[in-house]
């Protein structure tokens, strides 16, 4: 606080990220990042950009990237949207569809940004209740919300849900925009893209943080009708014309054209959270069914803020929220084989 701050500074509550400590090495399972390198081509595409031309500004439509987005997914240059991570994706897409509208509606439980971004917008917001397994129950979406904001899967339970629901909601919410945040969709779920040939109402965003292994390269996007992609272009155009720079364009090309490493690691991810998951159960866990690279556990006697201060001791991180209806729950990420290996190392220790 300062007395230079205004009201409204003083109001904000700003999103709080999960520990990136660097005071000594950790096994990381706290913010969900792969444990795997970004591809060879990758990196060769983005030190082939390290040169003199950085002195120019970096195309500020991004089109090569935009369409090798649009040829991944069957659809037209017109319909992707890149921005600096998908977190900027969404502060766009608030401002261009919420701002000024009847509030809009996400679940009690769910990524923390989003009531953020409403209150840094003045955006009104209401939500709705998972149900006891933490699952979305689509009927209990209140009456003409002024939008719906849905992870799927979401975030921080894994909780996913069937793309036949997500189409029963754009058809009886035809009169708002249904954002669908699919961060963690290539651990398993089905994507929900192929649905905006029909639905007008539908914008998808994702991220090149998880499964592609890009976090520090910050790319994001969202998919779209062209009418909603230029909506945000134009919330865009009205900020920074330059949100990815020339190395982010380069790096985020070649990371779609790269199917094979993309495949190998969420395959290895996906292998690495089943192992995980069944080793955990007869240790008297509770797992959340989860298709995200992440599970949420509970354990049947062991406290979980107690848990997560003892693993960080025993330099494992993992992410423990101080929140109504998860204070007793972990988020773990999904690291490699030998990371989960050390996890379960550590909890058998701790448990006896
Ligand atoms: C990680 C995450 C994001 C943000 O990803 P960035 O592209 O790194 O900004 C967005 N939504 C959800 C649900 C996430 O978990």
């Known amino acids: 606080m300062s007395k230079y701050w205004s009201e409204f500074l003083n109001q904000l509550s700003p999103y709080v990220a999960g520990e990136q400590p660097q005071d000594r090495s950790y096994v990381k399972l706290n913010t969900n990042e792969s444990p795997y390198p970004p591809s060879d081509a990758v990196l060769d595409a983005i030190r082939g950009r390290v040169s003199d031309r950085l002195r120019l500004y970096p195309d500020p439509e991004a089109t090569t990237l935009r369409q ?81 904001i849905i992870a799927n899967p979401n975030a921080p339970t894994g909780c996913y849900l069937d793309i036949k629901q997500i189409e029963a909601l754009l058809q009886k919410h035809s009169n708002t925009v249904v954002l669908i945040d699919e961060a963690y969709i290539d651990f398993g779920g089905i994507s929900c893209v192929p649905l905006i040939k029909t639905y007008p109402n539908l914008v998808v965003v994702q991220t090149l943080s998880k499964s592609r292994s890009l976090a520090g390269l910050r790319v994001g996007l969202a998919l779209g009708d062209k009418q909603l992609i230029d909506g945000i272009s134009r919330v865009k155009n009205s900020f920074n014309a330059y949100p990815l720079d020339t190395l982010a364009i380069a790096g985020a090309t070649a990371s779609f054209r790269d199917k094979v490493s993309f495949d190998r690691n969420r395959e290895q991810i996906i292998a690495a959270r089943e192992w995980t998951i069944k080793t955990l159960e007869p240790m008297g866990f509770h797992i959340v069914p989860s298709k995200a690279n992440f599970i949420m556990i509970q354990h049947r006697t062991k406290l979980a803020k107690a848990l997560y201060l003892e693993l960080k001791e025993m330099g494992v991180l993992v992410r423990y929220f101080d929140a109504p209806r998860i204070d007793n729950y972990l988020r773990v990420s999904i690291g490699t084989l030998s990371e989960m290996q050390t996890l379960i190392k550590c909890l058998k220790k701790i448990l006896g």
């Open 68 to 148: 090798g987005i649009a040829d991944f997914y069957a659809l037209k240059t017109e319909n992707v949207f890149v921005g600096n991570g998908s977190d900027e994706v969404l502060g766009f897409a608030f401002q261009a569809f919420y701002k000024d509208k009847q509030a809009v509606a996400f679940p009690d439980i769910t990524y923390s940004f989003y009531p953020v971004y409403c209150r840094l917008f003045d955006i009104d917001f209401q939500t709705f209740a998972l149900t006891d397994t933490f699952e979305i129950d689509i009927n209990t979406i209140p009456e003409n919300p002024g939008g719906i």
